[in-house]
């Protein structure tokens, strides 16, 4: 039965129904773990891995089951569970060292990825026969989920396994900025010649790891993607669940790549507030705005805690569509102490030293802007080769 059968006006309702046909509807978008028809069966009578958090939910019209729930209600021989940097649960504070542990509820193992494990070991996939892969990303080169990615990739590889991705939306797959990560800095917050956006989900970046033959010694891993339906790069998707401690919402969210940066410096981007990654201060900064870090929940250490931060509050602040500068700029230019702005793993963050040393000579947003190409047009042009999905 039509939506709009109660509608008398042809002209309304066919004016109703082509909007919603445009509508980038998120109420319309299936995560790869919802298309169960086509995972379920590949991983019936084996031995299986999952690499899982809170947010590796099954959502269907009523409620959402985590992952593990569904499995196991399928009857899936779950043998262990890998945990990336939050932990399972996806509690733990930025950057801790996660311990392995059995789950109280199901007896399963959780091995911790960020602990004293980056990549499983071979004896952790030893008695495995397949791995299942399911995080939700935010598109930025520096959330560690993507080096999750790479280094789970790489064991599978090694030992034999194959990997089923169950894909999940980019929230900030809307565009691709930043400069491009230099070899020199590259480690656990980037391993890959990418910009700081790539716009890409972790399905399409999966095939570009493969494609790109980035995994030790060019090696392959044997990958199936669970796509996402009813999605394009242009779909605003806001995560239902928040994918990691200190990004509660989808403002949060769509600022992350930029307000990361200020990370490496002495400001203050809101954690131990409410309102993580939605605005930056600092005692020595004016502004209107203001709040004091105290520890909570993702943060029992926060940055400059007990004192009273001034600055702006982006919380209301138009969607953007690109990395922003201006506010790191803003911020440099008010801090007197300019030659301890940028704290030395700054470049591990922004993937170059030139983006500091730009800034510190005064160079435009503009012209910074514009010293990142070739590089990111090249790279905008090897996405392409990978995606899933409609631009």
Excluded at 40 to 66: C, E, M, R
Excluded at 145 to 161: D, F, G, K, P
Excluded at 162 to 169: A, K, N, S, T
Excluded at 223 to 231: G, P, R
Aim: one cysteine or more; a positive charge; charged letters at 20%.
């Amino acid at each position: 039965m039509s939506p709009f059968r109660f509608l008398k006006n042809t002209f309304l309702l066919g004016f109703l129904t082509a909007l919603f046909a445009i509508m980038p509807l998120q109420a319309q978008v299936q995560v790869g773990a919802q298309d169960i028809n086509n995972y379920i069966p590949l991983l019936k009578g084996k031995k299986v891995a999952v690499v899982a958090h809170a947010a590796s939910q099954v959502y269907t019209t009523k409620n959402a089951v985590h992952l593990i729930d569904t499995l196991r209600s399928h009857h899936i021989n779950i043998v262990s569970i890998f945990a990336p940097e939050h932990g399972f649960r996806s509690r733990e504070d930025n950057g801790a060292l996660i311990r392995d542990e059995i789950d109280s509820l199901t007896q399963i193992p959780i091995i911790s990825l960020h602990g004293k494990n980056r990549k499983p070991r071979p004896e952790h996939l030893a008695e495995i026969d397949i791995l299942l892969f399911d995080l939700q990303d935010v598109g930025a080169r520096f959330y560690t989920y993507l080096s999750t990615l790479h280094l789970v990739m790489e064991a599978c590889a090694e030992n034999n396994i194959p990997m089923i991705l169950l894909d999940r939306p980019n929230p900030n797959g809307h565009y691709v900025d930043g400069p491009v990560m230099e070899d020199a800095y590259k480690g656990y917050l980037g391993k890959h010649n990418i910009p700081i956006v790539h716009g890409l989900t972790l399905g399409e970046f999966a095939k570009m790891i493969n494609g790109e033959g980035w995994l030790v010694n060019g090696i392959q891993c044997e990958l199936t993607v669970i796509k996402n339906q009813a999605y394009t790069h242009q779909t605003q998707y806001d995560l239902p669940l928040r994918p990691s401690p200190n990004l509660p919402n989808a403002q949060a969210v769509n600022l992350y790549p930029s307000l990361c940066l200020f990370e490496q410096t002495p400001f203050s981007i809101g954690r131990g507030t409410e309102k993580q990654f939605q605005g930056y201060g600092h005692p020595l900064f004016r502004g209107d705005y203001s709040f004091i870090p105290r520890p909570n929940f993702g943060a029992k250490k926060p940055k400059l805690e007990g004192e009273k931060c001034r600055g702006e509050d982006l919380s209301n602040h138009p969607k953007i569509n690109r990395l922003e500068l201006k506010w790191l700029i803003k911020a440099y230019a008010a801090y007197p102490d300019k030659e301890n702005f940028f704290s030395p793993q700054f470049v591990k963050l922004s993937g170059t030293k030139s983006l500091e040393e730009q800034i510190q000579k005064g160079w435009s947003e503009k012209a910074i802007r514009k010293s990142w190409e070739p590089q990111l047009s090249a790279f905008k042009k090897t996405r392409e080769k990978y995606l899933l999905y409609p631009n």
